[in-house]
């Protein structure tokens, strides 16, 4: 039982960090090792495997598009929580509950409405008893992770919710994003520090969407201002994904702020819009990140089309650029593999072709 436990971590890691068959075989091998292994006979050597096998299964249900894997990987946790109590175990228990929030928080992004609310509500209540144990003073480090899984949890719960529900949720995400950067500074960890900066701006954006005037200026301005932070770190050259990433976020963040100006200011804050998307685009290309690429197409259309709206001038050159990005955007938004997405960029096309129409009949 032993070996297969040792053989079982060791593929567990090779799994992780290389993928493929790693995970499956660790899996495998847990699986056999708890049959040897009882809760009775070895608890800690049979929570050790169940927390291993609930890693195990989260990492093939990250990589993987059946919800199934990521309810075997909460089982598991749920399982090792009855071995790891807080006051028997409380750092193992605070690393269970950390896991499981987690889980929790990966099967959401696979479900709808009122299910995935709840699992959020779920995977924030684990990360709130994990930080029963992980204090600011005593696991600093372990602490502010988990204040970053904690806002992911309330920012992705807050997308979900309406009104001042979502602006309370959202609220709680920035403060838990504050509080990991208290610990995640550039200078101590600079990856983790433009990570939870990214996270922040992000969070800022969507706050800014229930809010009117000044107030959705000022969350804005906030957003850019973690954007550029993050891109400090994220440089082209050192981190080229997560740089063109938070290039295309802060290209949102200024074409929502441009929505809110007038006259040369919106013009100014499109124009930098712009040049972000174009900018993600040097590493957002359609054979590597196709996804990514149409995405930041669209999001160009847009500008293009607020610009022409805004300035005044060569509104129909805009709107024929508009177009053309849609266009692209719809080479990989596909109806079969990407319903949802081909509709709302077909939507938006049509209503750019009526305002076309709309200023010359025969465009």
Known sequence: AERLRSGALALKENGQKFGGDGLLRAVALTEQALTLVTRNASPEHWAVLQNGLGIALQEIGVRSEDPAWLTRA??????????????TLPEAWAMTQNNLGAAYRNLATRQQGEAATETLSRAIAAYD??????TRDALPEDWAMTQNNLGIAYHELAIRQQGEAATETLTRA?????????????DAR????????NNLGNAYRNLATHQQGEAATKTLSSAIAAFDAALQVRTRVALPVDWAMTQNNLGTAYGALATHQQGEAATETLTRAIAAFDAALQVHTRDALP????TTHLNLAIAKEILGQQDGQDLAQHLR????????????FDPDHMPQYHQNATRYRANVQAQLRALAPDA
């Open 74 to 87: 909460i089982t598991a946790n749920e399982a090792a929580l009855q071995v790891y109590t807080r006051d």
């Open 129 to 134: 008893a994990a930080l029963q144990v992980y």
């Open 174 to 186: 920035i403060a838990a994003y504050d509080a990991a950067l208290q610990v995640y500074t550039r």
């Open 190 to 197: 600079p990856e983790y520090w433009a990570r939870t900066q």
């Open 291 to 294: 996804v990514h690429w149409a």
């Open 321 to 332: 650029d508009a177009l053309h990005h849609c266009d692209l955007a719809l080479e990989v």
